[in-house]
């Protein structure tokens, strides 16, 4: 029996987004990076003008109304890991990707909720500071494809 080369999935989203063009490019990225789902907390955020692509056709968007539904719904053994600067982050570069996550970023002017960081499982960080929330989830997809990618 042949096996794939990789088995699992991730989903990402944003907690309390503040910009609707953030999500539509965020979206766009989790497409093209092999995201299972793309979801916003907080905000009911509908098809972007910034999805050229029309990401919405290829991987799923779920909403909810706050962090506990989320978290309630969260899919079995998946892990919830932050994306923050935080005093408990991992950097990135030495970062390795669970089989099955959810990567949980927040909104650029507040990040996560004290809520959020305590239910996380892991928390990582990119380097060089803060960045726009779209580039951020789409650092972490591509880091994670390329991690992904290079296993045997």
């Known amino acids: 029996m042949k096996t794939l080369p990789h088995r699992g999935y991730f989903g990402i989203g944003i907690l309390n987004p503040k910009n609707q063009d953030n999500v ?36 799923p968007f779920f909403y909810h109304n706050d962090f506990g539904e989320f978290y309630s719904r969260m899919p079995y053994d998946c892990m919830l890991v932050g994306v923050e600067l935080d005093e408990k982050s991992v950097p990135i570069e030495s970062y390795k990707h669970p089989n099955r996550c959810i990567y949980l970023l927040g909104a650029e002017d507040s990040g996560l909720t004290t809520e959020a960081r305590s239910k996380c499982h892991e928390i990582i960080e990119l380097p060089f500071g803060n960045y726009n929330v779209a580039v951020a989830g789409s650092l972490v997809m591509y880091d994670r494809y390329r991690h992904i990618k290079s296993k045997p």
Do not use: V
């Open 24 to 59: 539509g490019t965020l979206w766009r990225s989790a497409s093209i990076l092999g995201a299972s789902f793309i979801f916003t907390i907080g905000n009911r955020i509908p098809r972007q003008a910034s999805d050229t692509t029309q990401a919405y056709r290829h991987i």
